[in-house]
């Protein structure tokens, strides 16, 4: 049996059954493959035991990047590669060189994360999903239990731990 | 734990699951157009295309075709571009101000307020490009692009190049932010289509699963960009209002500027949110969604940025006399009692009169009365550009060079060209775009809407 391939999918009707489902099947020794939901459920990661994300990182990095990439261009420009006085102002003022500044930090910060956002999360144009269950992106919680990582346990057992947990359903799914 | 609330309005009417509302949104985006939304289309293409002879002609002949004249150099066209884009603040202010102090009454309306940001925008920036003369070379002039046909670079000490930067960050920003909340939404259309809907919608949702992996970054990333978009709105006005606050002439050489613009952009914001929700919601029976709870909240802010835009208005007043400054003094005398009286004495009763009438909880309540009141904003704000920059500019430093302006077909034209633009674009959004946020709706259902609040 290969890995990624054969899950058996715990269906939820409500985040909060849900985020008890999550820690109760963690405690019972199983090992969840991902959980799918509609919307964001608050306080998911916590019980799934991710770490935070590393975004404001590289937000915070792009716009650094964006900061200094600005800065060295008008200083640049302005005062040494084409200097000009125009209207009486110094070639080269800080001040002035703020609000160019301030745009491109926050260009960069913004593109930058949502670019690493996007790779990070697989997330691409014509990207293809792998759907579990077509009701996740209406009204469905669904939590994806691969049988190639909990190979130790039945797959009688670890239905029974997610009826018990509170799956409204408890599906199979293969992909190919 | 569930959470609700029995002193506050309930968000969402009518008792909705999570599945009505997948129902309910998806709706519009699934079914055939109605006459309403097929009629406005034709309004708006009309419009577009009456408006584009005016364009075209404006291209081919030059700006020499609007009313414009040696000592009036500004008119239509900045009345227009500052107009439009104080229009889309409200937008980037629903989605990422809001957002940050954890208003979910944004939920409903943010999507369409993003979108009309959107639309707003390229509106606005049709303005400075035309009246450059000869766009098709505009990037040269706006863009610091190496070139061999003159002065090399851009001039970074002036802000018309900073409004370049403002008003394509602010676009850029505001468009990856709107299309980041669309796909999860793209994704659940795509996974009730069938045919070409599911190619079309699933390339437009990237793949998305629904993981909660991806759910945890993407509120990061969205919490990151409101952090990084609240700044955007505030400089994006205040930059606009550098091209005129930074000169000499009086009227305009104002340190009041910035803030001033800021307020007013959102104050026409939400008063164009308004008058497209209050349409939208009736066009698509959405009424459950967007609720006379909203449309009041709305209004709120109505009151609150209308009034400290007429505060601005006086204290300008107040600062004029007080400055001492001869030719201050008089721009201001003659704004209220000049040529143009009738331009400022309209902006006044429309933006500081009657926004104080949504103290009335009957009036901001009332669906008939808000529209009305948000068209007449949107005109107030309009003459507020009107008078600020015609009448600074008529009466020159030399009154043998004292001019009136009179727009031509072609400024009226060009106006209604970025009308038909709007709609037609809004509309075509509204159609084929989900206008509600999906997922984010369906996260209060829980604590927000009428079936938990009873």
């Not at chain 2, 157009?33 to 309004?43: A, R």
């Not at chain 2, 505001?174 to 996974?191: E, H, K, N, Q």
């Not at chain 2, 400290?308 to 721009?331: L, P, R």
């Not at chain 2, 709007?422 to 509309?427: E, Q």
Request: glycine share 8%.
């Amino acid at each position: 049996m290969e890995r990624d391939k054969n899950f058996i999918l715990g269906v939820y009707e409500d985040e909060d059954v849900l985020l008890d489902a999550i820690t109760k099947v963690r405690k019972s020794g199983v090992k969840i493959h991902e959980v799918y939901s509609p919307f964001p459920v608050h306080g998911i990661d916590d019980v799934l035991g991710y770490k935070r994300s590393k975004l404001p990182i590289a937000a915070f990095l792009f716009g650094i990047l964006g900061t200094s990439l600005a800065l060295l261009m008008q200083f640049y420009m302005m005062k040494f590669d084409w200097p000009m006085i125009i209207g009486g102002k110094d070639f080269a003022g800080f001040p002035v060189f703020v609000p160019v500044t301030f745009e491109l930090t926050v260009l960069l910060a913004a593109f930058g994360m949502v670019g690493v956002f996007f790779v990070s999360s697989n997330l691409k144009p014509w990207g293809q999903a792998r759907i579990f269950d077509l009701r996740i992106t209406d009204d469905k919680h669904v939590m994806a239990i691969d049988l190639a990582v909990n190979n130790s346990m039945e797959e009688e057992s670890l239905e029974e731990v997610l009826k018990s947990s509170g799956a409204s359903e408890v599906n199979k799914k293969s992909f190919e | 734990m569930q959470v609700t609330s029995s002193v506050r309005e309930p968000l969402i009417t009518g008792g909705k699951t999570l599945k009505d509302v997948t129902h309910d949104i998806s709706r519009q985006v699934e079914g055939k157009p109605s006459i309403g939304w097929i009629l406005g289309l034709l309004v708006s293409l009309g419009a577009l295309g009456l408006g584009g002879l005016a364009l075209a002609a404006t291209l081919w002949e030059g700006i020499g075709m609007w009313g414009l004249n040696k000592t009036v150099g500004w008119a239509w066209d900045i009345t227009n571009f500052v107009w439009w884009v104080g229009i889309g603040h409200a937008g980037t202010l629903i989605s990422a101000v809001l957002l940050l102090f954890r208003q979910k009454w944004r939920m409903a309306i943010n999507r369409a307020a993003e979108a009309m940001t959107i639309f707003a925008v390229i509106c606005a920036a049709m303005f400075p490009v035309i009246h450059m003369g000869r766009p098709w070379v505009g990037a040269y002039w706006a863009l610091p692009l190496p070139n061999t046909w003159g002065s090399l670079w851009v001039n970074f000490n002036s802000p018309l190049l900073w409004d370049v930067f403002a008003i394509s960050t602010y676009f850029s920003v505001s468009l990856v932010f709107w299309y980041i909340g669309l796909i999860p939404d793209f994704a659940t259309i795509r996974d009730r289509a069938t045919g070409i809907r599911k190619s079309i919608y699933g390339a437009l949702a990237f793949g998305w699963d629904g993981a909660a992996k991806t759910w945890s970054r993407y509120e990061s990333v969205a919490l990151i960009l409101a952090g990084l978009a609240t700044p955007l709105v505030l400089s994006v006005h205040t930059i606009v209002s550098f091209d005129f606050a930074t000169s000499v002439i009086p009227g305009w050489h104002t340190t009041i500027f910035p803030p001033y613009f800021v307020a007013g952009a959102i104050f026409s914001g939400f008063a164009m949110v308004l008058t497209l929700m209050i349409i939208t919601r009736k066009l698509f029976k959405l009424e459950d969604y967007i609720t006379i709870g909203h449309i009041e909240l709305m209004n709120i802010v109505i009151i609150i940025t209308g009034s400290i835009v007429g505060i601005a208005y006086i204290t300008e007043f107040f600062i004029a006399w007080y400055s001492g400054v001869a030719a201050e003094q008089y721009a201001f005398v003659n704004r209220a009692f000049g040529p143009y009286w009738w331009a400022y004495w309209s902006m006044m009763t429309c933006n500081v009169i009657s926004p104080q009438l949504f103290w009335f909880k009957k009036i901001r309540t009332s669906i008939v009365l808000t529209f009305i009141l948000s068209l007449v904003v949107n005109i107030g704000m309009w003459f507020e550009r009107f008078v600020i920059i015609v009448t600074s500019l008529h009466r020159d430093f030399l009154p043998s060079s004292w001019a009136m302006f009179y727009p031509t077909w072609a400024d009226v034209g060009v106006y209604l060209f970025t009308f038909g633009l709007f709609f037609t674009l809004f509309l075509l959004f509204a159609k084929f775009f989900p206008v509600i946020n999906m997922a984010e709706v369906k996260s209060i259902v829980k604590s927000s809407s009428e079936k938990v609040t009873k």
